[in-house]
């Protein structure tokens, strides 16, 4: 008993392709490649001196743009009010649109193919091509929380790890097609991550649930190659500091990067291969079912019943469900809204909205990726006025980029597995990360010699590492009914604190200094004239108040910790493998198709 045109031991190549991309491995191996081009707004220090010198603006104008980069990246509410209604492929190509947009007529602005356009445009456009980023955020990361619930750490760090990668990735692709031309990088980051998107649209889907006995070391495998991935970037980063590449030389180490960045697919191949052979094998043991040929259909004893078939009658139960449906009346949101279930169990969005874990987790939140988010987007500007050459600009971008994976894949693995083994908080991991990462920031404000390096690697470990934390956070807490609105939810805190620390406190402090240092010149600023800063004083203030900032912050996040302590005592996943058993109970009483089985025929005399 065989699969039909496999009978020599080898799969039929035409229906294994079918089964490997309708696969869910695949679906992984899909929503990493959307995630691996989906950080270019972490690259803004790299073309933010662009946009300043280019528009003539100051400053505040540009961490005001910054802002509103934020504010894109991070307030997707819309993109998940549009998920509860629609597949993920409808998320995804409308984030795909947006993206080209916005970051297309940036650069037409910044090459003066267009006329000037007004700040507000500016913003605009920024905001436009950034909300692509949470579209595909909640495509594909909130589907594979939903497909995946009890590795939901595992799976948001390795996908928020491919995010924080993205910048890297992006850089060698840049140079090896536009050399060191920083204003096309603005155009390469709105076409490249629209195609991705466009090409894996169909693969991304909501499927499901079901245990898989070893999907934790499968999950293994793609965090070693994403390893792999992050170590030969770091490589390639340091010699590329040393010595000044030509474009072909950065096009071979962008086709490694490429390589690399495929050989996800070999592990979906492997583990597709091995379910059709246990398909196969399965099918074997089924027993052979016998039908007759037409010689003996025609020899039936009569009065016999051979060849009939008793009617099957379906139970009139559907009236009966309807009605009772209809007598069960759900109460509406607005008056349950301060009557929350137990942690854990399925929150509707106003209860969670008003629940007191909430609001901490917000105000955490606001705290600690608004320090870590100014200091990245002011990189470009951290490193000239502290006297560092400018093509170091690029290495501190890519140092962020790569400790930004590392932050987001140790937070996620290592959160999963304190906490299934040791019932260790996530919320206690996000309090260690909060109170780590004003080290970086106090090492920007007294500008210690080379201290930036160190800085960049911090700043990046810790941003990274927050968010599949507060993503997990969220998703234990509230549950997964209503997750890609709540996911953005806990998102829309970063812009909050980026507009606050890095729009009216970095960038204020840092023009006001400059104008101080203009002045002491005997020279006055002319209207769309480049406003710079030089030495450490034009940060220093700015980052003492961040790291002042963080430090509540982490405080604020150990409130959360007492509060959540029995909840993440007791059995968070238990729910999900009733669920997933019930599932796969389901799955095996489904009668076997019949094109799979070459039927046994019995010739009777």
Same mark, same amino acid.
């Given at each position: 008993?065989?699969?039909?045109?496999?009978?020599?031991?080898?799969?039929?190549?035409?229906?294994?392709?079918?089964?490997?991309?309708?696969?869910? !491995?695949?679906?992984?191996?899909g929503?990493?490649?959307?995630?691996?081009?989906?950080?270019?707004?972490?690259?803004?220090? =790299?073309?933010?001196?662009?946009?300043?010198?280019?528009l003539?603006?100051?400053?505040s104008?540009?961490?005001?743009?910054?802002?509103?980069?934020?504010?894109?990246?991070?307030?997707? =509410?819309?993109?998940?009010?549009?998920?509860?209604?629609?597949?993920? *492929?409808?998320?995804?190509?409308m984030? %795909?649109?947006?993206?080209?947009?916005?970051?297309?007529?940036? !650069?037409?602005?910044?090459?003066?193919?267009?006329?000037?356009?007004k700040?507000?445009?500016?913003?605009?456009?920024?905001?436009?091509?950034?909300?692509?980023?949470?579209?595909?955020?909640?495509?594909? $990361?909130?589907?594979?929380?939903?497909n995946?619930?009890?590795?939901?750490?595992?799976?948001?760090?390795?996908?928020?790890?491919?995010?924080?990668?993205?910048?890297?990735?992006?850089?060698?692709l840049y140079? +090896?097609?536009?050399?060191?031309?920083? &204003?096309?990088?603005?155009?390469?980051?709105?076409?490249?991550?629209?195609?991705v998107?466009?090409?894996?649209?169909?693969?991304?889907?909501?499927?499901? #649930?079901?245990?898989? %006995?070893?999907?934790?070391? #499968?999950?293994?495998?793609l965090?070693?190659?994403?390893?792999?991935?992050?170590?030969?970037?770091?490589?390639v980063?340091?010699?590329?500091?040393?010595?000044?590449?030509?474009?072909?030389?950065?096009?071979?180490?962008a086709?490694?990067?490429? +390589?690399?960045?495929? $050989?996800?697919?070999?592990?979906v191949i492997?583990?597709?291969?091995?379910? !059709?052979?246990?398909?196969?094998? %399965?099918?074997?043991?089924?027993p052979?079912?016998?039908?007759?040929?037409?010689?003996?259909?025609?020899v039936t004893e009569?009065?016999s019943?051979?060849?009939?078939?008793?009617?099957?009658?379906?139970?009139?139960?559907?009236?009966?469900e309807?009605?009772?449906?209809?007598?069960? &009346?759900e109460?509406?949101?607005?008056?349950?809204?301060?009557?929350?279930p137990?942690?854990?169990e399925?929150?509707?969005?106003?209860?969670?909205?008003?629940?007191?874990?909430?609001?901490?987790?917000?105000?955490?939140?606001i705290?600690?990726i608004?320090?870590?988010?100014? @200091?990245?987007?002011?990189?470009?500007?951290?490193? &000239?006025?502290?006297?560092?050459?400018?093509?170091?600009?690029?290495?501190?971008?890519?140092?962020?980029?790569? !400790?930004?994976y590392?932050?987001r894949?140790?937070?996620?693995?290592?959160?999963e597995?304190?906490l &299934?083994?040791?019932?260790?908080?996530?919320?206690?991991?996000?309090?260690?990360s909060?109170?780590?990462?004003?080290?970086?920031?106090?090492?920007?404000?007294?500008?210690?010699p080379?201290?930036?390096?160190?800085? *960049?690697v911090?700043?990046?470990?810790?941003?990274?590492?927050?968010?599949?934390?507060?993503?997990?956070?969220?998703?234990?807490?509230?549950?997964?009914?209503y997750?890609?609105?709540?996911?953005?939810?806990?998102?829309?805190a970063?812009?909050?604190?980026?507009?606050?620390?890095?729009?009216?406190? @970095?960038?204020?402090?840092?023009?006001?200094?400059?104008?101080?240092?203009?002045?002491a010149?005997?020279?006055?600023r002319?209207?769309?004239?480049? $406003?710079?800063?030089?030495?450490?004083?034009?940060?220093?203030?700015?980052?003492?108040i961040?790291?002042?900032?963080?430090?509540?912050g982490? $405080?604020?996040?150990?409130?959360?910790?007492?509060?959540?302590?029995?909840f993440?005592?007791?059995?968070?996943?238990?729910?999900?493998?009733?669920?997933?058993?019930?599932a796969?109970?389901?799955?095996?009483?489904?009668?076997?198709?019949?094109?799979?089985?070459?039927?046994?025929?019995?010739?009777?005399?």
């Amino acid at each position: 008993m065989v699969f039909a045109g496999e009978s020599s031991g080898r799969p039929n190549m035409g229906r294994f392709a079918a089964q490997v991309i309708t696969s869910r !491995w695949f679906f992984v191996f899909g929503t990493i490649l959307i995630m691996s081009a989906a950080g270019a707004t972490y690259m803004f220090g =790299l073309y933010s001196p662009d946009i300043k010198e280019s528009l003539g603006y100051d400053q505040s104008t540009l961490n005001m743009l910054s802002f509103f980069k934020d504010l894109g990246t991070n307030v997707g =509410l819309v993109s998940g009010l549009i998920m509860e209604v629609c597949p993920p *492929s409808v998320v995804l190509g409308m984030g %795909a649109i947006l993206n080209f947009f916005g970051y297309f007529m940036i !650069w037409l602005a910044v090459e003066k193919k267009i006329s000037k356009p007004k700040v507000w445009q500016m913003y605009l456009y920024m905001y436009i091509g950034a909300n692509s980023q949470s579209f595909a955020n909640t495509g594909g $990361l909130v589907t594979s929380v939903k497909n995946f619930p009890e590795s939901r750490g595992v799976v948001l760090g390795l996908l928020k790890g491919f995010v924080g990668l993205s910048g890297a990735i992006i850089t060698q692709l840049y140079h +090896a097609v536009y050399n060191n031309d920083s &204003k096309s990088l603005i155009l390469m980051i709105g076409w490249l991550p629209t195609v991705v998107n466009f090409i894996f649209l169909g693969t991304v889907r909501n499927m499901k #649930v079901v245990r898989i %006995a070893n999907e934790l070391k #499968v999950f293994y495998r793609l965090l070693y190659l994403s390893i792999g991935l992050a170590g030969f970037l770091m490589i390639v980063i340091i010699i590329q500091k040393q010595f000044n590449f030509s474009q072909g030389e950065y096009g071979i180490t962008a086709a490694a990067t490429v +390589a690399l960045l495929f $050989l996800p697919l070999a592990v979906v191949i492997r583990e597709e291969l091995q379910n !059709w052979r246990n398909k196969r094998k %399965a099918l074997e043991n089924l027993p052979k079912l016998e039908v007759l040929t037409e010689k003996s259909e025609s020899v039936t004893e009569p009065g016999s019943n051979q060849g009939k078939t008793e009617p099957v009658t379906k139970p009139e139960t559907e009236a009966e469900e309807t009605s009772k449906e209809e007598e069960i &009346k759900e109460p509406s949101c607005w008056t349950t809204c301060f009557q929350p279930p137990n942690r854990g169990e399925d929150f509707t969005i106003l209860q969670a909205l008003f629940s007191l874990d909430m609001l901490i987790l917000f105000i955490a939140t606001i705290c600690g990726i608004g320090g870590t988010l100014t @200091a990245i987007d002011n990189l470009g500007q951290i490193s &000239k006025s502290l006297g560092y050459p400018k093509k170091n600009a690029s290495t501190f971008i890519s140092l962020v980029s790569i !400790w930004n994976y590392s932050g987001r894949v140790v937070a996620g693995f290592l959160s999963e597995h304190l906490l &299934k083994k040791y019932k260790f908080p996530r919320t206690l991991v996000l309090t260690l990360s909060l109170l780590l990462s004003c080290v970086g920031h106090l090492l920007i404000a007294f500008g210690v010699p080379n201290g930036l390096y160190f800085a *960049s690697v911090i700043i990046g470990f810790c941003f990274g590492s927050q968010w599949p934390l507060i993503y997990a956070i969220v998703s234990e807490l509230f549950g997964l009914k209503y997750y890609s609105t709540l996911y953005n939810v806990g998102a829309a805190a970063s812009p909050v604190g980026a507009y606050l620390l890095n729009v009216r406190v @970095a960038g204020y402090l840092y023009d006001k200094e400059a104008n101080k240092q203009l002045r002491a010149l005997g020279l006055v600023r002319k209207e769309g004239q480049d $406003l710079n800063c030089d030495g450490v004083v034009c940060f220093r203030l700015a980052f003492l108040i961040i790291t002042a900032v963080t430090f509540g912050g982490a $405080l604020i996040s150990a409130i959360l910790v007492i509060r959540t302590r029995k909840f993440y005592k007791s059995d968070i996943y238990k729910k999900f493998r009733e669920e997933a058993l019930a599932a796969e109970q389901e799955m095996a009483l489904a009668p076997v198709a019949p094109d799979a089985i070459v039927p046994t025929t019995t010739v009777r005399d």
